[in-house]
């Protein structure tokens, strides 16, 4: 195997430690030609589709790419900002203000963003990452809860980069935070603004994203932690079983995944006299396609025209103080024994470390 290559080693370099907040991508325009080589990169991924390569290659050359990518760009174009795509634009606020956040506690660590489809993409934040000089790298998914469609495809194409490096730099992975005190206050913060700023609904409904129910019997937890994090954001909220409900949308295909999904939940409540339903989406940190468009302008309207009188959805926790601070926590408890400490917290340390080194020296002699 041929390696990249890279500079020479220069012994005594400074090392820095380094955070990258990896989301899912996005297309860099709402328009078709830019939604085909991002699907064709993301629905490639075999983590997202577990069909045989031969099979899924015709399906998707052949059927999906010619139709969905100007039916996905007419959908990004009711989304997109002056600034771009949403998810973006917060993927990259979060990254900023945590490296803020860490500096004011004291912690001085480089944060970085990256994409798994698209860009800035994994592999070139990676490589300037080494060029900067970071020789410890946590990499934290955007993904609460753990899934080998999303989860598992950042920590692949993170060891994929990798064995074609020659000096790799220490690793660190975080698998999920479901049930993070942290995470779990920020979406009660959220919730209880957004119930303050309107009242509070007759019904709560927390939609996660779906994956095929197989990935469930084959051994994924996401289904698992999906609920466990909504029964820690509904006992926080206090409210009781009946008030609240979870759901799975984003249902791709004819297979069966997990259920109940979120569009046909809305209207069977609609249509059992539910007047008012509140919807936020735990699972994604950053407001992006699957709950502008899908759920504040789709499942909005499915609800309505069922039979309901009103729907609101919660925006995710995007930039949010509660939030970024929880991301700095995560940080902290996974950068452990790293170091991380700012440059006058560094030499206050080594100082005290030398001045301990004398005594002890003094001592031992002493007692020789």
């Known amino acids: 195997m041929s390696?990249?290559?890279?500079?020479?080693?220069?012994?005594?370099?400074?090392?820095k430690t380094a955070v990258v907040l990896v989301n899912l991508g996005t297309p860099e325009a709402p328009t078709a030609a830019a939604l085909r080589p991002y699907l064709k990169q993301f629905l490639s991924d075999s983590r997202v589709v577990e069909i045989p390569k031969a099979l899924w290659w015709l399906i998707l050359h052949g059927i999906i790419l010619p139709l969905r990518a100007g039916k996905s760009a007419a959908k990004y174009a009711t989304i997109w900002t002056a600034d771009g795509s949403p998810l973006k634009v917060h993927t990259e606020k979060q990254a900023r203000l945590l490296q803020g956040y860490l500096g004011q506690r004291g912690h001085q660590l480089q944060?970085?963003?990256?994409?798994?489809?698209?860009?800035?993409?994994?592999?070139?934040?990676?490589?300037?990452?080494?060029?900067?000089?970071?020789?410890?790298?946590?990499?934290?998914?955007?993904?609460?809860?753990y899934s080998a469609t999303t989860t598992a495809s950042v920590f692949d194409a993170v060891f994929a980069h990798y064995r074609k490096v020659r000096n790799i730099p220490e690793l660190r992975l975080v698998k999920h935070y479901h049930d993070h005190p942290g995470y779990i206050d920020a979406l009660k913060q959220s919730v209880l603004a957004h119930w303050q700023a309107n009242g509070r609904p007759d019904r709560l409904v927390m939609s996660f994203h779906g994956v095929p129910k197989r990935t469930l019997t084959l051994g994924d937890p996401y289904h698992?932690?999906?609920?466990?994090?909504?029964?820690?954001?509904?006992?926080?909220?206090g409210l009781t079983q009946e008030q609240y409900l979870v759901t799975f949308q984003s249902r791709f295909g004819k297979a069966e995944w997990l259920q109940p999904y979120t569009a046909p939940s809305l209207q069977k409540l609609a249509r059992e006299g539910v007047a008012r339903v509140d919807l936020i989406c735990p699972g994604f940190t950053s407001d992006c396609l699957e709950t502008l468009e899908e759920i504040a302008i789709e499942a909005r309207h499915d609800f309505l025209a069922a039979g309901g009188r009103d729907f609101r959805y919660i925006a995710c926790l995007n930039e949010s103080a509660a939030w970024v601070h929880a991301l700095a926590d995560i940080v902290l408890q996974h950068a452990g024994g790293w170091p991380t400490a700012s440059?006058?917290?560094?030499?206050?340390?080594?100082?005290?470390?030398?001045?301990?080194?004398r005594t002890e020296s003094r001592r031992l002699g002493a007692a020789s």
């Open 3 to 15: 390696f990249q290559a890279e500079p020479p080693y220069v012994h005594g370099t400074p090392s």
């Open 111 to 145: 944060v970085a963003y990256a994409m798994s489809y698209g860009q800035p993409s994994l592999p070139g934040v990676l490589d300037q990452l080494k060029a900067d000089g970071c020789e410890r790298i946590l990499i934290l998914p955007a993904y609460p809860q």
């Open 224 to 237: 698992c932690e999906c609920y466990k994090t909504a029964r820690l954001l509904a006992a926080a909220l």
């Open 343 to 357: 440059n006058a917290d560094s030499r206050a340390a080594q100082q005290a470390a030398a001045q301990i080194a």
